[in-house]
């Protein structure tokens, strides 16, 4: 009885069960189909905003168009106005360069391509509306087509401040050299005081860098007539050419009347050119300094040290052991000393060159470019072997490497030889002078 029960009630429990389950399955499943096609419908029709103008049809013009567009470039073109007399004047009849499209279309440019539709003008400016505009009553046709920038000359430019800085950095040393420099008359005419007696009578105040006598002439005479009774003097310092001008005033038993250089040359620069400015473009100046207390370094190693303060050039030994005069660039003389601590470099000293100094550097550069460093290819300094007259060293060599058939201070080898003094007489050889210039004495400037 009890199995009996127990087999009864467990049919009915299950099939109560199953009718639940099947209705809930089937829901489940009405609902999925239901969710796919949801989804369907909307992968396949998205929520995307379209843009207005993404239906425009885009307007096809008909060859003749194109070709008619292309015309107006070219006719317009600046490059041809210039060239074309008759649509230059066509264009420039009117302020505002508008044109008759019928003139337009008897050029014969236009006239092939137009066959009588004047239309395409009106399809023309259409298509590039950016290049070309008709008036309201499209009968006229202007270019408004925007000519691109010229292509700024960076060459020209960089060209133009340079030769403006060098001619500013000529202006401050040219100042600055006027400020040490002293202008003085009075002196007797025959017999003119020599050089040499002028200097004994200044080298008492200071050091005498320069000294020149003026004299008649002009031109290619300049400075080569008769004495005039006056002269210029440079010192080391402005300090040394104000005292000359306080205490220098007679010069046997002759009153002189002194002035200051810069103050001279402003007196005469008003006194004949009124307000107008020096023109520097065309002077070729040199910036040089002189060194002493050189004879423990070589060449090379004067330049390295030299570099480490400004751009360095050719340097030219002087008669006097470890002596001689370098060229800098982009810097006054007077930049480049004030950098300087004493004015030294290492156990190097340097100073304002004298004119005797500059003389010489300037005669061998001169001599220099006349015959050609090395007479041949592979000319300069010379190369491996000495400074003789091997291939490539500034004697007559030919190209290669200088010293292979030297003679001048070589060794049977061919090897270099010793730098141990680089200012001895056969280095001077290698400029092809005797060098008859001797050292200034270089000390501390006196205040």
Same mark, same amino acid.
């Given at each position: 009885?009890?199995?009996?029960?127990?087999?009864?009630?467990?049919?009915?429990?299950?099939?109560?069960?199953?009718?639940?389950?099947?209705?809930?399955?089937?829901?489940?499943?009405?609902?999925?189909?239901?969710?796919?096609?949801?989804?369907?419908?909307?992968?396949?029709?998205?929520?995307?905003?379209?843009?207005?103008?993404?239906?425009?049809?885009?307007?096809?013009?008909?060859?003749?168009?194109?070709?008619?567009?292309?015309?107006?470039?070219?006719?317009?073109?600046?490059?041809?106005?210039?060239?074309?007399?008759?649509?230059?004047?066509?264009?420039?009849?009117?302020?505002?360069?508008?044109?008759?499209?019928?003139?337009?279309?008897?050029?014969?440019?236009?006239?092939?391509?137009?066959?009588?539709?004047?239309?395409?003008?009106?399809?023309?400016?259409?298509?590039?509306?950016?290049?070309?505009?008709?008036?309201?009553?499209?009968?006229?046709?202007?270019?408004?087509?925007?000519?691109?920038?010229?292509?700024?000359?960076?060459?020209?430019?960089?060209?133009?401040?340079?030769?403006?800085?060098?001619?500013?950095?000529?202006?401050?040393?040219?100042?600055?050299?006027?400020?040490?420099?002293?202008?003085?008359?009075?002196?007797?005419?025959?017999?003119?005081?020599?050089?040499?007696?002028?200097?004994?009578?200044?080298?008492?105040?200071?050091?005498?860098?320069?000294?020149?006598?003026?004299?008649?002439?002009?031109?290619?005479?300049?400075?080569?007539?008769?004495?005039?009774?006056?002269?210029?003097?440079?010192?080391e310092t402005p300090e040394i050419a104000q005292r000359v001008v306080d205490e220098a005033t007679t010069y046997n038993e002759m009153e002189l009347t002194n002035m200051i250089k810069g103050d001279y040359v402003e007196m005469k620069r008003v006194e004949?050119?009124?307000?107008a400015e020096y023109n520097f473009s065309h002077i070729a100046h040199r910036h040089l300094v002189e060194y002493s207390n050189g004879q423990e370094y070589s060449f090379k190693e004067i330049k390295e040290l030299v570099k480490t303060v400004a751009n360095?050039?050719?340097?030219?030994?002087?008669?006097?052991?470890?002596?001689?005069?370098?060229?800098?660039?982009?810097?006054?003389?007077?930049?480049?000393?004030?950098?300087?601590?004493d004015q030294k470099l290492e156990n190097i000293n340097f100073c304002l060159v004298s004119a005797a100094a500059r003389t010489h550097f300037n005669k061998i550069q001169k001599e220099a470019a006349k015959n050609g460093r090395g007479n041949g290819r $592979?000319? %300069? #300094? /010379? !190369? =491996?072997? @000495?400074?003789? *007259?091997?291939?490539?060293?500034?004697?007559?060599? $030919?190209? %290669? #490497? /200088? !010293? =292979?058939? @030297?003679?001048? *201070?070589?060794?049977?080898?061919?090897?270099?030889? $010793?730098?141990?003094?680089?200012?001895?007489?056969?280095?001077?050889?290698?400029?092809?002078?005797?060098?008859?210039?001797?050292?200034?004495?270089?000390?501390?400037?006196?205040?």
């Amino acid at each position: 009885m009890s199995d009996q029960t127990a087999v009864d009630t467990k049919p009915i429990k299950d099939e109560s069960m199953n009718e639940v389950t099947y209705e809930e399955k089937a829901e489940s499943a009405q609902t999925a189909v239901d969710t796919k096609d949801e989804t369907m419908e909307a992968v396949e029709e998205p929520s995307v905003a379209v843009p207005e103008d993404a239906t425009t049809t885009k307007v096809e013009y008909p060859p003749n168009v194109h070709k008619v567009h292309r015309q107006l470039l070219a006719i317009f073109d600046p490059e041809n106005i210039k060239k074309d007399n008759f649509f230059r004047e066509l264009v420039e009849r009117d302020p505002e360069h508008w044109v008759l499209i019928k003139k337009l279309s008897m050029i014969k440019r236009f006239k092939e391509i137009l066959e009588g539709d004047l239309s395409l003008f009106e399809q023309a400016v259409a298509l590039a509306p950016q290049d070309f505009e008709l008036n309201e009553e499209k009968t006229q046709l202007r270019c408004i087509k925007k000519e691109p920038e010229a292509k700024k000359d960076n060459h020209a430019d960089n060209v133009d401040k340079k030769t403006a800085h060098n001619q500013q950095v000529i202006l401050s040393h040219f100042e600055v050299q006027n400020k040490r420099s002293i202008y003085s008359k009075g002196f007797t005419i025959d017999p003119e005081p020599t050089e040499a007696e002028l200097k004994a009578f200044y080298g008492k105040f200071g050091r005498v860098l320069a000294l020149r006598h003026r004299r008649e002439g002009a031109g290619n005479k300049r400075n080569e007539g008769p004495f005039k009774g006056s002269i210029f003097v440079e010192f080391e310092t402005p300090e040394i050419a104000q005292r000359v001008v306080d205490e220098a005033t007679t010069y046997n038993e002759m009153e002189l009347t002194n002035m200051i250089k810069g103050d001279y040359v402003e007196m005469k620069r008003v006194e004949k050119f009124s307000d107008a400015e020096y023109n520097f473009s065309h002077i070729a100046h040199r910036h040089l300094v002189e060194y002493s207390n050189g004879q423990e370094y070589s060449f090379k190693e004067i330049k390295e040290l030299v570099k480490t303060v400004a751009n360095v050039g050719r340097l030219e030994p002087l008669e006097t052991k470890g002596t001689g005069v370098l060229e800098i660039f982009k810097t006054t003389p007077e930049e480049f000393l004030a950098k300087l601590k004493d004015q030294k470099l290492e156990n190097i000293n340097f100073c304002l060159v004298s004119a005797a100094a500059r003389t010489h550097f300037n005669k061998i550069q001169k001599e220099a470019a006349k015959n050609g460093r090395g007479n041949g290819r $592979g000319g %300069g #300094r /010379g !190369g =491996r072997g @000495g400074r003789g *007259n091997g291939r490539g060293g500034r004697g007559s060599g $030919g190209r %290669g #490497r /200088g !010293g =292979r058939h @030297g003679d001048n *201070n070589n060794n049977n080898d061919g090897r270099k030889r $010793g730098n141990d003094n680089p200012n001895n007489e056969e280095i001077n050889k290698r400029a092809r002078t005797i060098v008859e210039v001797k050292a200034s004495a270089i000390t501390a400037p006196t205040k």
